[in-house]
């Protein structure tokens, strides 16, 4: 008969698995708050890649892509809802091609 430790103890490759599990459902949780947000300018996402050292990029259906810091995204998620419903987005927002949130303070756009 072969003994198995009690459920409560965890190995430590079901400790890993379970940060594993726990950094999907992080990705998952943001792609929808980012969608939410984006969703106000009718943009859509259609793919999402979690980069080195934090770093979350969006692609659009329009292919675009904007850039969040993920230890920072609440505070870039309100700052880009702020933006997107003041009337100078609607100008701004016209052609772009990036737009970058990594800045402390800054909303960068680019237009290339």
Same mark, same amino acid.
């Given at each position: ?8 103890? /965890?190995?430590?490759?079901? +400790? +890993?698995? =379970?940060?594993?599990?726990?950094? &999907?459902? !992080? ?8 969608? !939410?947000?984006? /969703?106000?300018?009718?943009? &859509? ?6 980069? @080195? %050292? ?8 329009? =292919?675009? %892509?904007?850039?969040?810091? !993920? *230890?920072?995204?609440?505070?870039? /998620?309100? #700052?880009?809802?702020? *933006? *997107?419903?003041?009337? @100078?987005? #609607?100008?701004?927002?016209? !052609? %772009?091609?990036?737009? =970058?949130?990594? &800045?402390?303070? #800054?909303?960068?756009?680019?237009? *290339?």
């Amino acid at each position: 008969m072969i003994r198995r430790p009690p459920r409560s103890t /965890l190995s430590s490759s079901s +400790a +890993a698995s =379970d940060v594993y599990k726990r950094q &999907h459902l !992080d990705l998952v949780n943001n792609y929808y708050q980012i969608q !939410d947000v984006l /969703l106000i300018k009718n943009i &859509h996402i259609v793919k999402v890649e979690y980069k @080195k %050292f934090g770093q979350i990029k969006i692609y659009t259906a329009n =292919d675009q %892509f904007i850039k969040f810091q !993920d *230890f920072q995204l609440v505070g870039q /998620l309100e #700052k880009l809802k702020l *933006f *997107f419903q003041s009337e @100078k987005s #609607k100008n701004l927002l016209k !052609d %772009f091609k990036t737009i =970058d949130l990594r &800045h402390k303070n #800054k909303l960068a756009i680019g237009y *290339f």
